[in-house]
């Protein structure tokens, strides 16, 4: 979520929180554009600091495939330190190459004590699945497999793989890395007036992720950490179970619940409200989760890996 702080967005901090309030959430982390913002006094729900480190080059190595993209290579430190609190940015570049400039981000992260995220990798085409793969073996945590923004293109194109294929060939590689979805927020009670005006309005409330921890920022992001939560635009678990051995998964209405598994392949689907494989089962080495509701939201578990498998 964005605010004032960021420089595109005009709601002030209270005011967005005051917004998400409204819509029931538990928690939000703040991610303006190189500028750490911390809670107001008397914040209405749980707001942690953080800070979108957002790099915007004109060229990087691989070069962008447009050169009207520009190489836009952006990551979430989430649940900062929050005496950090104001301007934090990445260094200037010393190589181009994306991963060593992914990589610098990542290093500001760890400077700034936070949880490193990144962000929609299929925007401009910022990051394949190889290059998430060696970054999740650099300190990447999270990266964003469903940006709410109208332009992220999670789906991909007839010549890019879709956000959750990214995924899928990073896991392949042996990566260990854990999928969000997040709203990319920019305006809140200002969304009419900035629709009426003929602009996009960049809306919240149609990603997230839902936490199995206390309200509390060292459970949140030990529970982040852990892969103990699930991502979601809008579908509502009733019970999850994930452990070493299996994902067993509830909901309350019937849903089309599959298992995936190495390259991406369906390893079962079943039409219902309960679904549980084991890791087993398949013979990749790791197992995640996916389900569609009918009016088409999404929710995925995050996965788990053989023992024996690096």
């Known amino acids: 979520m964005h605010t004032g702080n960021s420089g595109d967005s005009a709601t002030p901090p ?5 917004w998400y ?3 029931d959430f538990d928690f939000v982390v703040f991610t303006d554009h190189n500028f750490v913002t911390v809670a107001p006094p008397d914040a209405p729900l749980l707001a942690l600091p953080g800070v979108e480190l957002t790099q915007n080059l004109e060229t990087c190595d691989p070069p962008p495939e447009h050169p009207e993209f520009g190489c836009l290579l952006h990551v979430n430190a989430l649940l900062v330190d929050p005496a950090r609190a104001g301007q934090a940015r990445v260094p200037p570049a010393g190589s181009q190459r994306r991963v060593d400039r992914f990589g610098a981000a990542l290093q500001t992260t760890r400077e700034l004590g936070g949880v490193a995220q990144l962000n929609h990798p299929n925007f401009h085409y910022a990051a394949d699945g190889a290059l998430l793969a060696a970054l999740a073996g650099d300190g990447l945590a999270l990266f964003e497999l469903a940006n709410a923004a109208i332009d992220s293109n999670n789906a991909g194109d007839a010549e890019h793989p879709s956000t959750e ?3 899928d060939d990073a896991l392949t590689r ?3 890395l854990f999928a969000v979805a997040t709203d990319d927020a920019h305006h809140y009670f200002d969304a009419a007036a900035v629709e009426g005006r003929g602009e996009t309005a960049y809306l919240g409330d149609r990603g997230f992720v839902v936490v199995h921890a206390d309200r509390d920022a060292a459970a949140i992001r030990a529970a982040l950490l852990a892969g103990d939560f699930y991502a979601s ?3 509502r678990l009733r019970a999850l179970a994930r452990t070493r051995e299996a994902i067993e998964l509830t909901t309350d209405t019937p849903c089309d619940l599959e298992f995936i598994g190495v390259d991406g392949e369906v ?3 079943v039409r219902g409200t309960h679904a549980r494989m084991t890791l087993s089962e398949t013979g990749g080495p790791y197992l995640r ?9 999404m929710a995925w578990t995050q996965p788990i890996w ?3 498998r690096p």
């Open 165 to 167: 294929a990214l995924w």
């Open 306 to 308: 053989r023992a024996d």
């Open 21 to 23: 309030a409204a819509h």
């Open 233 to 235: 635009t809008g579908v």
């Open 174 to 176: 042996g990566a260990r």
């Open 14 to 18: 209270a005011d967005a929180l005051r």
């Open 289 to 297: 989760a996916r389900v569609r509701d009918d009016a088409g939201r």
């Open 267 to 269: 390893q079962r689907r």
